[in-house]
Protein backbone atom coordinates (compact mmCIF):
# COMPACT_ATOMS: atom_id res chain seq x y z
CA UNK A 1 0.00 0.00 0.00
CA UNK A 2 2.53 2.43 1.18
CA UNK A 3 4.95 1.24 -1.66
CA UNK A 4 1.69 1.93 -4.45
CA UNK A 5 1.55 5.52 -2.74
CA UNK A 6 5.11 6.02 -3.40
CA UNK A 7 5.04 5.20 -6.72
CA UNK A 8 1.75 7.05 -7.64
CA UNK A 9 2.72 10.14 -6.47
CA UNK A 10 6.27 9.79 -7.56
CA UNK A 11 5.15 9.36 -11.33
CA UNK A 12 2.21 12.29 -10.55
CA UNK A 13 5.05 14.43 -9.56
CA UNK A 14 7.14 13.82 -12.45
CA UNK A 15 4.28 14.12 -14.63
CA UNK A 16 3.06 17.38 -13.63
CA UNK A 17 6.14 19.13 -13.56
CA UNK A 18 7.52 17.73 -16.86
CA UNK A 19 4.06 18.95 -18.22
CA UNK A 20 4.69 22.42 -17.17
CA UNK A 21 8.17 22.44 -17.94
CA UNK A 22 7.76 20.74 -21.27
CA UNK A 23 4.83 23.60 -21.97
CA UNK A 24 7.58 26.34 -21.32
CA UNK A 25 9.89 24.64 -23.80
CA UNK A 26 7.39 23.92 -26.40
CA UNK A 27 6.42 27.81 -26.72
CA UNK A 28 10.17 28.59 -27.59
CA UNK A 29 11.00 26.13 -30.12
CA UNK A 30 7.24 26.95 -31.46
CA UNK A 31 8.48 30.86 -31.49
CA UNK A 32 11.59 29.24 -33.16
CA UNK A 33 9.42 27.32 -35.52
CA UNK A 34 7.58 30.50 -36.83
CA UNK A 35 10.34 32.98 -37.40
CA UNK A 36 13.02 30.62 -38.95
CA UNK A 37 11.30 27.41 -39.55
CA UNK A 38 11.16 24.01 -38.46
CA UNK A 39 14.89 22.83 -39.28
CA UNK A 40 16.69 25.18 -37.04
CA UNK A 41 14.01 24.90 -34.29
CA UNK A 42 13.77 20.84 -34.70
CA UNK A 43 18.08 20.66 -35.09
CA UNK A 44 17.74 22.69 -31.75
CA UNK A 45 15.73 20.67 -30.02
CA UNK A 46 17.20 17.39 -30.81
CA UNK A 47 20.76 18.55 -30.32
CA UNK A 48 19.26 19.58 -26.90
CA UNK A 49 17.71 16.47 -26.45
CA UNK A 50 20.99 14.30 -26.98
CA UNK A 51 23.09 16.52 -24.48
CA UNK A 52 20.57 15.73 -21.50
CA UNK A 53 20.92 12.06 -22.39
CA UNK A 54 24.35 12.35 -22.64
CA UNK A 55 24.03 14.34 -18.62
CA UNK A 56 21.63 11.22 -17.54
CA UNK A 57 23.88 8.39 -18.54
CA UNK A 58 27.44 10.09 -17.61
CA UNK A 59 25.69 10.64 -14.06
CA UNK A 60 23.51 8.46 -13.11
CA UNK A 61 25.96 5.43 -12.36
CA UNK A 62 28.02 8.10 -9.99
CA UNK A 63 24.52 8.73 -7.98
CA UNK A 64 24.95 4.57 -6.54
CA UNK A 65 28.40 5.83 -5.40
CA UNK A 66 27.06 8.18 -2.79
CA UNK A 67 25.99 6.34 0.60
CA UNK A 68 22.22 5.91 0.42
CA UNK A 69 21.64 8.08 3.99
CA UNK A 70 23.48 11.20 2.63
CA UNK A 71 21.95 10.71 -1.07
CA UNK A 72 18.36 11.01 1.08
CA UNK A 73 19.43 14.07 2.77
CA UNK A 74 21.19 15.66 0.22
CA UNK A 75 18.23 15.04 -2.56
CA UNK A 76 15.92 15.97 0.41
CA UNK A 77 16.98 19.46 0.91
CA UNK A 78 17.16 20.46 -3.09
CA UNK A 79 13.63 18.53 -2.97
CA UNK A 80 12.46 21.54 -0.25
CA UNK A 81 14.09 23.89 -1.91
CA UNK A 82 12.54 23.45 -5.09
CA UNK A 83 9.30 22.58 -4.59
CA UNK A 84 9.28 25.54 -2.07
CA UNK A 85 10.12 28.08 -4.81
CA UNK A 86 7.31 26.68 -6.76
CA UNK A 87 4.83 26.94 -3.64
CA UNK A 88 5.68 30.00 -2.53
CA UNK A 89 5.29 31.42 -6.05
CA UNK A 90 1.98 29.60 -6.96
CA UNK A 91 0.86 31.31 -3.97
CA UNK A 92 1.70 34.73 -4.52
CA UNK A 93 0.46 34.54 -8.51
CA UNK A 94 -2.66 32.49 -7.17
CA UNK A 95 -3.11 35.50 -4.72
CA UNK A 96 -2.32 38.29 -7.49
CA UNK A 97 0.57 39.26 -5.90
CA UNK A 98 3.00 38.89 -8.75
CA UNK A 99 1.52 38.62 -12.29
CA UNK A 100 0.58 34.81 -13.79
CA UNK A 101 2.85 33.45 -16.46
CA UNK A 102 1.66 34.23 -19.64
CA UNK A 103 2.70 31.56 -22.60
CA UNK A 104 1.06 33.60 -24.93
CA UNK A 105 3.23 36.64 -23.87
CA UNK A 106 6.23 34.36 -23.64
CA UNK A 107 6.12 33.46 -27.20
CA UNK A 108 5.59 37.15 -28.74
CA UNK A 109 8.23 38.10 -26.56
CA UNK A 110 10.59 35.38 -27.96
CA UNK A 111 9.24 35.80 -31.39
CA UNK A 112 9.92 39.53 -31.65
CA UNK A 113 13.46 38.96 -30.29
CA UNK A 114 14.32 36.23 -32.69
CA UNK A 115 12.66 38.67 -35.49
CA UNK A 116 15.12 41.64 -34.11
CA UNK A 117 18.65 39.20 -34.31
CA UNK A 118 17.29 37.79 -37.51
CA UNK A 119 17.32 41.54 -38.91
CA UNK A 120 20.26 42.33 -37.19
CA UNK A 121 22.49 39.07 -38.04
CA UNK A 122 20.72 37.55 -41.31
CA UNK A 123 23.80 35.37 -42.08
CA UNK A 124 23.35 33.54 -38.86
CA UNK A 125 19.74 33.74 -38.05
CA UNK A 126 19.25 30.11 -38.57
CA UNK A 127 22.42 29.42 -35.87
CA UNK A 128 20.50 31.61 -33.47
CA UNK A 129 17.54 30.54 -34.17
CA UNK A 130 18.69 26.70 -33.33
CA UNK A 131 20.65 27.91 -30.21
CA UNK A 132 17.21 29.53 -28.74
CA UNK A 133 15.63 26.16 -29.29
CA UNK A 134 18.55 24.14 -27.87
CA UNK A 135 18.58 26.50 -24.66
CA UNK A 136 15.36 26.27 -24.35
CA UNK A 137 15.27 22.23 -24.05
CA UNK A 138 17.90 21.85 -22.25
CA UNK A 139 17.14 24.22 -19.63
CA UNK A 140 13.68 23.46 -19.38
CA UNK A 141 15.13 19.08 -19.76
CA UNK A 142 17.89 19.77 -16.74
CA UNK A 143 14.63 20.69 -14.77
CA UNK A 144 13.09 17.27 -15.64
CA UNK A 145 15.73 15.07 -15.40
CA UNK A 146 16.31 17.02 -11.77
CA UNK A 147 12.82 16.05 -10.59
CA UNK A 148 13.04 12.60 -12.12
CA UNK A 149 16.12 11.95 -10.31
CA UNK A 150 15.09 13.31 -6.66
CA UNK A 151 11.51 11.59 -7.29
CA UNK A 152 13.50 8.26 -7.83
CA UNK A 153 16.86 7.63 -5.83
CA UNK A 154 17.32 5.15 -3.61
CA UNK A 155 13.75 4.05 -3.94
CA UNK A 156 13.70 1.91 -7.50
CA UNK A 157 11.38 4.69 -8.93
CA UNK A 158 13.67 5.73 -12.24
CA UNK A 159 11.07 3.49 -14.25
CA UNK A 160 7.62 5.21 -13.19
CA UNK A 161 9.14 8.50 -12.05
CA UNK A 162 10.55 8.21 -16.12
CA UNK A 163 7.36 7.29 -17.38
CA UNK A 164 5.98 10.16 -16.01
CA UNK A 165 7.91 12.64 -17.09
CA UNK A 166 8.07 10.63 -20.38
CA UNK A 167 4.34 10.95 -20.75
CA UNK A 168 4.07 14.74 -19.84
CA UNK A 169 6.65 15.36 -22.64
CA UNK A 170 4.64 12.99 -25.58
CA UNK A 171 1.34 14.59 -24.75
CA UNK A 172 2.94 18.23 -25.07
CA UNK A 173 5.25 17.40 -27.83
CA UNK A 174 1.72 15.89 -29.44
CA UNK A 175 -0.38 18.91 -28.83
CA UNK A 176 2.04 21.21 -29.52
CA UNK A 177 2.96 19.86 -33.09
CA UNK A 178 -1.10 19.80 -33.66
CA UNK A 179 -2.21 22.99 -32.58
CA UNK A 180 1.05 24.75 -33.81
CA UNK A 181 0.81 27.08 -31.17
CA UNK A 182 1.79 28.00 -27.42
CA UNK A 183 -0.31 25.74 -24.61
CA UNK A 184 -1.76 28.93 -23.26
CA UNK A 185 -4.78 27.48 -21.96
CA UNK A 186 -2.57 24.58 -19.52
CA UNK A 187 -3.53 25.61 -16.11
CA UNK A 188 0.13 26.64 -15.43
CA UNK A 189 0.02 28.18 -11.75
CA UNK A 190 -2.75 25.22 -10.72
CA UNK A 191 0.25 22.37 -11.57
CA UNK A 192 2.61 24.28 -10.51
CA UNK A 193 1.04 24.23 -7.02
CA UNK A 194 0.80 20.80 -6.96
CA UNK A 195 3.61 19.91 -8.20
CA UNK A 196 5.25 22.59 -5.23
CA UNK A 197 2.91 20.69 -2.88
CA UNK A 198 4.06 17.23 -4.38
CA UNK A 199 7.57 17.90 -4.24
CA UNK A 200 7.87 19.31 -0.90
CA UNK A 201 6.25 16.62 0.45
CA UNK A 202 9.22 14.20 -0.74
CA UNK A 203 11.49 17.04 0.56
CA UNK A 204 10.14 16.54 3.82
CA UNK A 205 10.43 12.82 3.63
CA UNK A 206 13.74 12.36 2.60
CA UNK A 207 15.05 15.04 4.66
CA UNK A 208 13.82 13.51 7.43
CA UNK A 209 14.54 9.69 6.59
CA UNK A 210 18.02 11.38 5.74
CA UNK A 211 18.60 12.67 9.44
CA UNK A 212 17.01 9.21 10.75
CA UNK A 213 13.51 10.15 11.58
CA UNK A 214 11.46 7.10 11.24
CA UNK A 215 8.26 8.34 10.04
CA UNK A 216 4.78 7.14 11.10
CA UNK A 217 2.84 5.33 8.33
CA UNK A 218 6.53 5.13 6.71
CA UNK A 219 5.87 6.01 3.06
CA UNK A 220 1.82 7.07 3.53
CA UNK A 221 3.45 10.28 5.51
CA UNK A 222 4.11 11.56 2.45
CA UNK A 223 0.54 11.50 1.74
CA UNK A 224 -0.42 13.06 4.94
CA UNK A 225 2.57 15.77 4.39
CA UNK A 226 1.32 16.58 0.97
CA UNK A 227 -2.45 17.26 2.51
CA UNK A 228 -1.01 19.65 4.75
CA UNK A 229 1.24 21.83 2.30
CA UNK A 230 -1.89 22.14 0.04
CA UNK A 231 -4.21 23.21 3.70
CA UNK A 232 -1.30 25.76 4.40
CA UNK A 233 -0.88 26.54 1.15
CA UNK A 234 -4.60 27.32 0.04
CA UNK A 235 -4.60 29.10 3.25
CA UNK A 236 -1.68 31.45 2.82
CA UNK A 237 -3.20 32.15 -0.71
CA UNK A 238 -6.55 32.97 0.61
CA UNK A 239 -5.04 35.31 3.37
CA UNK A 240 -2.68 36.79 0.78
CA UNK A 241 -5.00 37.64 -1.96
CA UNK A 242 -5.94 41.37 -1.24
CA UNK A 243 -8.68 42.68 -4.19
CA UNK A 244 -6.67 46.56 -4.10
CA UNK A 245 -3.09 44.42 -4.46
CA UNK A 246 -1.29 45.62 -7.20
CA UNK A 247 0.82 42.97 -8.72
CA UNK A 248 4.72 42.89 -8.23
CA UNK A 249 6.74 43.50 -11.33
CA UNK B 1 30.19 30.72 -23.19
CA UNK B 2 27.00 32.49 -22.63
CA UNK B 3 24.65 29.28 -23.11
CA UNK B 4 27.03 27.95 -20.49
CA UNK B 5 26.53 30.93 -18.33
CA UNK B 6 23.31 30.62 -18.69
CA UNK B 7 22.31 26.82 -18.26
CA UNK B 8 24.40 27.31 -14.76
CA UNK B 9 22.54 30.10 -14.01
CA UNK B 10 19.47 28.41 -14.55
CA UNK B 11 20.89 25.84 -12.23
CA UNK B 12 20.96 27.68 -9.35
CA UNK B 13 17.90 29.49 -10.42
CA UNK B 14 16.49 26.16 -10.06
CA UNK B 15 17.02 25.87 -6.25
CA UNK B 16 17.53 29.64 -4.95
CA UNK B 17 15.07 32.35 -6.57
CA UNK B 18 14.23 34.21 -3.20
CA UNK B 19 17.41 33.94 -1.33
CA UNK B 20 15.86 34.63 1.59
CA UNK B 21 13.40 31.56 1.43
CA UNK B 22 16.23 29.17 0.78
CA UNK B 23 18.31 30.28 4.00
CA UNK B 24 15.60 29.44 6.04
CA UNK B 25 14.83 26.44 4.84
CA UNK B 26 18.76 25.56 5.20
CA UNK B 27 18.23 27.15 8.72
CA UNK B 28 15.30 24.60 9.33
CA UNK B 29 17.12 21.49 7.96
CA UNK B 30 20.33 22.61 10.05
CA UNK B 31 17.92 22.83 13.32
CA UNK B 32 16.40 19.76 12.42
CA UNK B 33 19.44 17.97 12.38
CA UNK B 34 20.51 19.70 15.91
CA UNK B 35 17.94 18.18 17.42
CA UNK B 36 18.51 14.79 15.35
CA UNK B 37 21.60 14.18 16.95
CA UNK B 38 20.90 15.97 20.20
CA UNK B 39 17.99 14.13 21.41
CA UNK B 40 18.20 10.70 19.24
CA UNK B 41 15.69 8.82 21.75
CA UNK B 42 13.05 11.22 20.26
CA UNK B 43 13.93 11.53 16.29
CA UNK B 44 10.07 12.44 15.47
CA UNK B 45 11.34 15.96 17.00
CA UNK B 46 13.17 16.45 14.51
CA UNK B 47 10.47 15.14 12.28
CA UNK B 48 8.45 17.71 13.91
CA UNK B 49 10.58 20.72 13.73
CA UNK B 50 11.95 19.50 9.55
CA UNK B 51 7.77 19.76 8.88
CA UNK B 52 6.57 22.79 10.96
CA UNK B 53 9.07 24.93 10.82
CA UNK B 54 9.23 24.41 6.56
CA UNK B 55 5.23 24.95 6.58
CA UNK B 56 6.43 28.41 9.04
CA UNK B 57 8.85 29.69 6.38
CA UNK B 58 6.45 29.38 3.87
CA UNK B 59 3.81 31.37 5.57
CA UNK B 60 6.20 33.98 7.18
CA UNK B 61 7.48 34.51 3.44
CA UNK B 62 4.14 34.73 1.51
CA UNK B 63 3.56 37.48 4.09
CA UNK B 64 6.47 39.33 4.02
CA UNK B 65 6.44 39.42 -0.28
CA UNK B 66 2.43 41.03 0.28
CA UNK B 67 3.64 43.14 2.78
CA UNK B 68 6.41 44.45 0.48
CA UNK B 69 3.92 44.57 -2.44
CA UNK B 70 1.49 46.60 -0.22
CA UNK B 71 4.63 49.39 0.56
CA UNK B 72 5.29 49.27 -3.56
CA UNK B 73 1.43 49.74 -3.98
CA UNK B 74 1.37 52.88 -1.41
CA UNK B 75 4.85 54.59 -2.76
CA UNK B 76 3.47 54.28 -6.61
CA UNK B 77 0.41 55.94 -5.41
CA UNK B 78 2.07 58.54 -3.31
CA UNK B 79 4.76 59.42 -6.17
CA UNK B 80 1.60 59.82 -8.91
Known amino acids: MGSLAHTGSAMTAAFLASLVEAVEALTIVLAVATVRGWRPAGFGAIA ?7 I ?18 AIGILLLLFGMRWLRKAILRSAGVIPLHDEAMAFATETAELREKARRYDARADWLAALASFKAVLLEGLEVVFIVIALS ?5 LVPASAGALAACLLVAGMGFVVRRPLARVPENTLKFAVGVML ?10 GLGVAWPGADLSIVAFAALF ?3 GRAAAALARCPSAETLP | MSTVG ?3 RELAGLFVEDGSLALEIVAVVVLAGISAALIPDVPLAAG ?9 VLLANVG ?17
Open chain 1, 153 to 157: TGRGL
Open chain 1, 200 to 209: AAFGIFWTGE
Open chain 1, 230 to 232: LAV
Open chain 1, 56 to 73: VVALGPLLDQVPLHLLQL
Open chain 2, 64 to 80: CSRALARIKQREATFKS
Open chain 2, 6 to 8: AVL
Open chain 1, 48 to 54: GLMLLVL
Open chain 2, 48 to 56: AILLFGCLG
